[in-house]
């Protein structure tokens, strides 16, 4: 039973489009997250969501909206996007945002061309 | 603002080799510390952590101790084997509960 999934695994679209990507964690975590890694490997974080609320929004550009129906759910939505989104995008999830190390899912590799 | 600094990869020993990858950081208070690895094409994996000074986190043969008196966290292993080769993260958790993660390290075992 995969820990923390992720669809899709590979997401190619063009400039302008709108895509989301959904993230599943069925550890019975509390704290979800999203993080953009992008060329050369750097990690950060974008959002985190603990039981459902808005914990942790660095500064993103407007344009990625994440949404929480359920806790062990976390999706995020990008609308209009750019080159420059093109990156490996993952979820996480924790017991709690205090304690624990996160779990990882596999990554969404966004390509927009 | 916090941040962690790793040495620049990519690192490339003979299976059986001393690993050292070194990790120091910048941070308020004392925050938890963690490495983290990423095998090819996967996403990252928790290999150890450590909640406090003093503390060594220790898991598959890897083994990292916190010096809060030079701020770092270094990853150590004896004896390196081919199925090591990945990409190490070291991370630490700020007071606002988020993970700040170095730039990585990328190791290559050659057997």
């Known amino acids: 039973d995969t820990a923390v999934s992720q669809t899709p695994k590979y997401l190619v679209t063009q400039m302008g489009n709108d895509k989301s990507i959904k993230c599943e964690q069925n550890?019975?975590?509390?704290?979800m997250y999203w993080y953009k890694q992008d060329s050369k490997k750097f990690l950060k974080i974008m959002f985190s969501?603990?039981?459902?609320?808005?914990?942790i929004n660095e500064t993103v550009p407007n344009r990625f909206s994440p949404k929480s129906p359920d806790k062990a759910h976390l999706n995020l939505h990008i609308n209009s996007l750019e080159l420059g989104d093109s990156a490996v995008y993952f979820c996480?999830?924790?017991?709690?945002?205090?304690?624990?190390?996160?779990?990882f899912g596999p990554g969404t590799r966004l390509t927009v061309t | 603002g916090d941040s962690v600094t790793q040495m620049e990869g990519p690192v490339t020993l003979s299976e059986e080799a001393f690993l050292t990858i070194n990790c120091t950081y910048t941070?308020?208070?004392?925050?938890?510390l963690f490495w983290y690895v990423q095998y090819p094409g996967e996403g990252l994996q928790l290999l150890l952590k450590?909640?406090?000074?003093?503390d060594k986190g220790s898991n598959k043969g890897f083994e990292a101790t916190y010096r809060k008196e030079t701020t770092s966290f270094h990853l150590e292993k004896g004896s390196v084997q081919v199925s090591d080769s990945a990409v190490y993260f070291c991370?630490?958790?700020?007071?606002?509960?988020?993970?700040?993660f170095g730039s990585g390290t990328r190791l290559l075992v050659r057997p």
């Open positions: 996480a999830s924790s017991q709690d945002r205090q304690v624990g190390g996160q779990y």
């Open positions: 450590a909640t406090k000074a003093d």
């Open positions: 550890l019975g975590h509390d704290t």
């Open positions: 969501y603990n039981n459902k609320e808005l914990i």
């Open positions: 991370a630490l958790r700020d007071s606002s509960y988020k993970l700040i």
């Open positions: 941070a308020t208070g004392y925050p938890s």
